[in-house]
């Protein structure tokens, strides 16, 4: 992988030498599900669940789609619930869907969120029991923490440096 220095974020490709899912290639910020099997990315045919360490395709989170150009990433963030149930991706803008896989080659759309900050979501990362997602959006400037059952924000932060693109949760 390359990434780039500022950010971290992956800017290669991977070739997986499989073209049956859009080229066999991926773009943006690959997430390794928590027991470290199972691969989401995102190619031409959306956000794909792949086994790790092979081109073996498990599945496709339905209603994603591919990115709109060669070198566009659709997706800035994607992550796995601490039990690997469920994924969640930012849904290309300010929206965040989360699907239930607990069968990956049938993952299922449960809920759709809309953080409270109108901006692009940045990053998106599960808390450690699973229940609340924190969401970075508004291009940096504002963090808040979800319920991802229900989808209700509970609480919301101002960042003082919009040029956050990226955190961690412990």
């Known amino acids: 992988f390359r990434s780039d220095p500022v950010t971290g974020r992956v800017t ?3 070739d997986t030498g499989d073209d049956q899912y859009g080229g066999g290639t991926f ?3 690959p997430a390794p599900s928590p027991d470290g099997r199972l691969i989401l990315h995102e190619n031409a045919s959306g956000v794909l669940i792949e086994r790790a360490g092979s081109d073996q395709h498990i599945g496709v989170l339905p209603g994603t789609k591919g990115p709109t150009s060669h070198d566009a990433s659709y997706y800035s963030a994607l992550a796995w619930s601490p039990t690997g ?7 290309g803008g300010s929206t ?15 809920r759709q ?8 979501v940045e ?6 029991d699973g229940r609340d997602l924190i969401v970075l959006s508004g291009s940096g400037s504002t963090l808040s923490r979800i319920s991802a059952s229900s ?10 440096n919009p040029s956050l693109r990226q955190f961690a949760v412990s």
């Open 12 to 14: 290669a490709r991977l």
């Open 27 to 29: 773009e943006g910020t």
């Open 85 to 91: 149930s469920f994924a969640a991706a930012d849904a």
């Open 96 to 110: 965040v869907d989360v699907w239930n896989t607990t069968d990956p080659q049938r993952p299922v759309l449960v």
């Open 113 to 120: 969120i809309k953080p409270p900050d109108t901006g692009l």
């Open 123 to 128: 990053d998106l990362r599960f808390t450690a």
């Open 151 to 160: 989808g209700e924000p509970l609480w919301t932060r101002s960042i003082a």
